[in-house]
Nanobody, 126 residues
Framework: QLQLVESGGGLVQPGGSLRLSCAAS????????MNWHRQAPGKERELVAI???????NYAHSVQGRFTISRDNAKNTVSLQMSSLKPEDTAVYYC????????????????????WGQGTLVTVSS
């Protein structure tokens, strides 16, 4: 079954650090971009960071210089290292990926999908 599973959320004090991880599994042929989004209470979901298969990254202005996205293409994982956390970083963080599935019984690409994880809560509070 195709899925993304996040881990690493929790409670952290302002100024602290936290590392989120996301693992993709299932019938995956290749993954294009892997991204982190977040949704704070009462707000719309926003894009936090993007990383392409070639390692090109881009960040939301609000996290630039504090967050670092990285990925392991061999393991189909993406991580988000968060430092200098602020209360306004409190949100549910979602991993998502744009990927090709592999056709059953073959080694060729099948469908192009956008897949989302279930989210992990990050709370920044003293």
């Amino acid at each position: 079954q195709l899925q993304l599973v996040e881990s690493g959320g929790g409670l952290v004090q302002p100024g602290g650090s936290l590392r989120l991880s996301c693992a993709a599994s299932g019938s995956i042929f290749s993954i294009n971009t892997m991204n982190w989004h977040r949704q704070a209470p009462g707000k719309e979901r926003e894009l936090v960071a993007i990383i392409t298969s070639g390692g090109v990254t881009n960040y939301a202005h609000s996290v630039q210089g504090r967050f670092t996205i990285s990925r392991d293409n061999a393991k189909n994982t993406v991580s988000l290292q968060m430092s200098s956390l602020k209360p306004e970083d409190t949100a549910v963080y979602y991993c998502n990926a744009d990927l090709y599935t592999v056709a059953p019984g073959t080694s060729v690409p099948d469908r192009y999908l956008e897949v989302w994880g279930q989210g992990t809560l990050v709370t920044v509070s003293s």
